[in-house]
Nanobody
Framework: VQLQASGGGLVQAGGSLRLSCAAS????????MGWYRQAPGKQRELVGI???????NYAGSVKGRFTISRDNAKNTVYLQMNSLKTEDTAVYYC????????WGQGTLVTVSS
């Protein structure tokens, strides 16, 4: 499985961004799709994931502000980020799991004050 993420960039605090990640290759067994992030000097952490049936799990710090969605027909997962805060600044990694896990190349999100 190969992952191609897009949509990162620079945004002011309070603004919005939308990330996308398209999976290709042997995608028929994909169950989990979602996002992790890694801020400078910190460990990679969960942002949110969604299973094939639409069940979700979000980090507490993003609940109510970020929304994950996916298009199973297109093997694409999205992350809508609203009310962004400076502490959301990080490299965001697309994550996919079937019988093993796969990571995208990372896309930088910078939130300025």
């Amino acid at each position: 499985v190969q992952l191609q993420a897009s949509g990162g960039g620079l945004v002011q605090a309070g603004g919005s961004l939308r990330l996308s990640c398209a999976a290709s290759g042997s995608t028929f067994r994909i169950n989990i799709m979602g996002w992790y992030r890694q801020a400078p000097g910190k460990q990679r952490e969960l942002v949110g994931i969604m299973d094939r049936d639409g069940g979700t799990n979000y980090a507490g710090s993003v609940k109510g502000r970020f929304t994950i969605s996916r298009d199973n027909a297109k093997n694409t997962v999205y992350l809508q980020m609203n009310s962004l805060k400076t502490e959301d600044t990080a490299v965001y990694y697309c994550y996919v799991r079937d019988v093993q896990q796969y990571w995208g190349q990372g896309t930088l999100v910078t939130v300025s004050s």
